[in-house]
């Protein structure tokens, strides 16, 4: 257990040969030395430290080959340049356009929402609706129609 420290300081050394920062090196040696102690679980290893170190300038060359392919991953603040997730001001304004929605959606009658609903979110079709409603497929697709109108002129108010 005493040769762990020795092991990663050697590992750690041979990395930082390949020029890469003490940060980067540290990093790789830790992820090398999670590696290799699964691996070791699974399969006999005959030396760690040979491995660790292996493994270790194995990954380091990866990670240079790596930046050399995009070296703008590596930019301090590479997640503010470029983010999938929606603006903060988008997704309230979408909450509140939601409740409103629910609000008209409350104010239509019983059978219209119903029929709204099972259009809209369950997607049956018309004739669907007309069977389990016991009306006219012409009737639903008014039912729907007049829905909409009432729900798009609910939304400009």
């Known amino acids: 257990m005493s040769r762990i420290p020795e092991m990663l300081e050697k590992a750690r050394r041979a990395v930082l040969r390949r020029g890469l920062s003490r940060e980067d090196a540290d990093e790789i040696v ?35 080959r790596r930046d050399a392919r995009a070296p703008f991953v590596q930019h301090p603040n590479v997640q503010l340049v470029s983010s999938n997730d929606p603006d903060p001001a988008d997704i309230l304004d979408a909450r509140a356009r939601l409740e409103h929605l629910s609000a008209g959606v409350a104010h239509l009658n019983e059978r219209t929402r119903r029929i709204l609903l099972l259009r809209r979110l369950d997607n049956l079709s018309y004739a669907e609706i007309a069977e389990r409603e016991q009306m006219s497929v012409a009737a639903v697709e008014k039912q729907v129609a007049r829905a909409t109108l009432k729900l798009m002129q609910w939304m400009e108010s």
């Open 30 to 64: 830790h992820e090398a030395f999670i590696k290799i102690d699964a691996y070791a679980q699974a399969s006999e290893v005959r030396s760690q430290e040979g491995l660790l170190v292996s493994t270790a300038i194995n990954l380091s060359i990866d990670s240079q």
